[in-house]
């Protein structure tokens, strides 16, 4: 089993940055992919950006993803945020095969 916790959402306004976090336990060692989906109110969840590099357009330039391999924690730099980055953001992890999530994190950018 493993289990992700995001943290370090919040309140922005446009133009603003935020940092989010992501922190896996349990078996983490058989963990083979990480990254970031988002599901905005009233839309389904989409890919933001994975440790592998594939972004989703709208964040390409604006959105960065590193991480510690070794202790499987992750996170997602958010610079230029805009209004319509405003979601519930979900960190994952692959291993043997299965996806985990975590919690998730709101980010609420204003105008």
């Known amino acids: 089993q493993v289990q992700l916790v995001e943290s370090g959402g919040g309140s922005v306004q446009t133009g603003g940055s935020l940092r989010l976090s992501c922190a896996a336990s349990g078996n983490i060692l058989r963990i083979n992919d990480m990254g970031w989906y988002r599901q905005a109110l009233g839309k389904q969840r989409e890919l933001v950006g994975t440790?592998?590099?594939n972004f989703a357009d709208s964040v390409k330039g604006r959105f960065f993803v590193s991480g510690n391999n070794a202790e499987k924690t992750i996170y997602l730099q958010m610079n230029s945020l805009k209004p319509e980055d405003t979601a519930l953001y979900y960190c994952y992890g692959d291993s043997l095969g299965r996806r985990y999530w975590g919690q998730g994190t709101q980010v609420t950018v204003s105008s």
């Open positions: 440790t592998t590099g």
